[in-house]
């Protein structure tokens, strides 16, 4: 599956956050088996004036560096001390936004997922930021890798129709004021692999 090109992650972030949507996370392993997942959830981080967001005010720390860097590379890093989790840096180098990969629906690794994990059902074995992560490896030796790499990379897939599209407040992020309630949480209609249901 070929790479979606550098340009598609140098655009308006929430923009970005809706398009990846339909589109194929792909992780190679060390071993050369290759596993992949489409991405139906996302949510959007719009930098200095998103409270919600790590560079919220243009906070510039060793963790937030990769924020800063052109469109296009793995932002990952870790909560809670055990869960990584994995954005794609959108927007350009200076503009420091990011979107977080929340959930996937398994393609490619069906029969290593379902010996990892046998009392998982398949569409949990990637809804969340910190299950994918698990399951992909993506772990912090990933950050900072351009999503055109042959280890992980974002390829195309199937244009997800906007009245397909779910758009919600992020989760986790209530200290965040009046950003706490942005609508930008973006879902495909229907997925069984999201993270959380959406509020009624």
């Known amino acids: 599956m070929k790479p979606l090109p550098l340009s598609f992650y140098r655009r308006d972030t ?23 997942g489409r991405i139906v959830e996302a949510e959007a981080y719009l930098g200095v004036t998103d409270r919600a967001c790590h560079t919220f005010g243009g906070r510039r720390t060793p963790r937030t560096e990769t924020m800063y860097a052109n469109g296009g590379v793995a932002y990952v890093y870790l909560i809670y001390g055990m869960y990584h989790c994995l ?16 959930a996937l ?5 069906h029969d ?23 399951a992909l ?5 990933c950050n900072g890798l351009s999503l055109r790499s042959d280890e992980l990379w974002i390829a ?18 209530d200290y965040a004021g009046e950003a706490t309630l942005w609508p ?15 509020p009624k």
């Open 87 to 102: 954005n794609a840096v959108a927007s350009h180098e200076g503009e420091p936004e990011a979107v977080l990969i929340r």
């Open 184 to 198: 930008l949480r973006f879902s495909v209609a229907g997925e069984r692999s999201v993270s959380r249901p959406h």
């Open 156 to 173: 195309r897939g199937k244009k997800i129709e906007a009245a397909s599209i779910i758009s919600s407040p992020r989760i986790g992020v």
């Open 112 to 134: 290593y997922w379902q010996e990892q994990y046998p009392k998982l059902k398949p569409h949990q074995w990637l809804s969340g930021p910190g299950r994918l992560c698990r």
């Open 14 to 36: 929430e923009t970005v956050a809706r398009e990846l949507l339909g589109q194929y996370l792909c992780r190679r392993l060390p071993d050369g088996r290759l596993l992949s």
């Open 137 to 141: 490896h993506v772990d912090k030796t």
């Open 105 to 109: 629906a398994p393609e490619q690794g």
